[in-house]
């Protein structure tokens, strides 16, 4: 929905400290056009200060969250190189890497000695004899052993990857985060260096920046003039752990809180003011007028009788009729403007048809954490294949469209790249050889298992294949049953065996849902997003969470008070999901005490009797 732009107050205050170079953080609740105030905050710092930074060289800094963002920001300023735009970690890195020495001393003194300290506390915890104390101790050695070879890397490296080997030079997220920190706390010239560099620097989601960034850019802009410093974001909607949260600007800076609602419908901004006490919100532009509808589904919940007190896929299956009750009562039966938040991913997988793919990435035993997540968002390097190349061009194939196939390879394929063994081919040549490559692929994609499908891609260079992928392909299937105590370090292995040995057809669906920003989406998922009609399942017990517990945030009197952490987590979440709502919000609950808990969420969210029905 296009709405016009309108300077709020909250902007004028903006305008005020721009003005009078003074740093500010602006606080703005969803919906409010956070967005739209950071585009005009950056475009007036172009009409006021631009020829000026032209000349001295300088630059105005935009720090977000994801390239996705960084990508939209760029194309409203109309990709001008006034603006440095860019991830958290991008930026950061382009301010490290001329300082190599210093982040060796940080690495040698700080870093790594941090890291071998938490091991040995977790190793003296859990006893030398368990099976994590002995995780622990190989992790010891490792990082020792690293330590020692720090001295004599050439040069470090960041390939925007979550891992590190310290040994080949090699960073990852975590490092950059930690180094920055230090350095920026620590390091006059680092600090200067930066100031000169960007006397304007705003952070877009300043809540989801780490804590020690936002403390070390604060005293970069400490004091009068530039450089300022001018946060944007919301601390209610910080659902990532060990972030800011609540952020502020350096002293004397000033904070500015943003109450319009241009996104959601009177309907859904009353019951977001009765769920948030700090903001109260009120209708704004094109939504004034537009009453919208809140409705509550409570539906008795059920004893897991799956592993660990989880649900069987029986179990899920009646959750998502008990889903489908509402949607038909809500007459969202068959419409397809409606985004359904789930919690977990193995309702989703389920209906969507990658339950085996989903089950085999979440299984603790073989996947870790790292992997579950790295699953989760796409980025798992066994996965990455088939998301940039094989499944887009099977697509492609199937949906008629050649010359997406051959946007694909040129962009993807090795083999089909303009500086490629194909890329003297006539235009003619060159047609042939990708119809023949994917018709190919076509075939194999039904007959094969996932571990041939990437050796004939890797070996024809259709994909690229990471060294890690490269490994994996290469070596033989671990013949041994996997034993914690023996394999944990290697549990890779066995994850990537069971992975080569499926067959591809679970990968289309899965790929897809994460492409194409399907129905269904994880709540984590969406922040940023809007939908005309959202639909929010809370079921406490399919989601297998201990960090979360929907039931006792919502109805604490019915289910018992949540933990503060609980609390804390819960909320954030379910408010980014809520706000996404702009026409419509339907929330089903899966409570153990459907009738208590309707009682309490009349009095406690302002609904009425008849927002609320209980299922069955």
Known sequence: MTV???????????????????????????????????????ARIRDTDGARLRRDGQHVACITYTKRAVEVIRTRLGFDALYHVSTLHSFLWGQL???????????????????????????????AHTKDGQRQHAKIVRLQ????????VPRFTYEDSEFSNYAKGELGHSDVIEIASYLLQTNKVFRRITALRFPYIFVDEAQDTFKGIVEGLNLVCAGEGLPLIGYFGDPWQQIYDERAGDFAPPPGGETITKTENFRCSESVIAFLNAFRKDVEQYPAGDNIGRRGRVAVRLVRSEKGEGKRNTYTEEQVGRALERMDNALSAWGWKDRDDVMKLLLARQMIARRLGFSALNDLFHDGRIASSRATDAFEDGS???????????????????????????????????????????????????????????????????????????????KTRLIKVSDRLREHLAREPRAEE??????????????????????????????????????????????????????????????????????????????GAPTEGQLEKSRKLAYVSFSRAEDELGIILFTPNPEGAKTEMISRFALKAEQITIDG
Request: contains cysteine; glycine residues 6%.
């Open 482 to 559: 996997y034993d914690e105590s023996l394999h944990a370090q290697e549990k890779g292995d066995w994850l990537a065996d069971a992975f080569f040995a499926m067959k591809p057809n679970e990968i289309a669906p899965y790929t897809k849902y994460l492409l194409e920003n399907s129905a269904f989406s994880t709540q984590h998922g969406v922040k940023g997003e809007e939908y005309r009609r959202v639909l929010v399942l809370y079921d406490d017990i399919e989601a297998k969470w201990n960090v979360y517990n929907f039931n006792k945030m919502l109805t604490p009197d019915t289910c």
């Open 4 to 42: 016009e732009r309108i300077e709020t107050e909250a902007d004028k205050k903006v305008r005020t400290c721009l003005e009078e170079k003074r740093s500010f953080a602006l606080i703005a609740g969803a919906g409010s056009g956070k967005t739209s105030s950071l585009i005009d905050a950056l």
């Open 145 to 152: 052993a690293e330590l020692k070879d720090l001295q004599l």
């Open 380 to 458: 798992h390097f066994l996965l990455t294949p088939f998301l940039s190349t094989i499944c887009p061009l099977l697509r492609a194939k199937e949906e008629g469209e050649p010359h997406r196939v051959n946007e694909v390879l040129r962009r993807e394929s090795p083999a089909f790249a303009i500086d490629g063994e194909n890329g003297n081919r006539s235009l003619r040549k060159m047609l042939e050889a990708s119809k023949a490559a994917i018709d190919d692929l076509d075939k194999r994609w039904t007959t094969q298992t996932v571990g041939d499908i990437l050796r004939h891609c890797a």
């Open 97 to 127: 890497a001329g300082f190599q020495e210093d982040m060796r001393r940080v690495l040698i003194e700080d870093r790594l000695p941090n890291q071998i300290a938490k091991a040995e506390e977790k190793l003296a915890k859990a006893g």
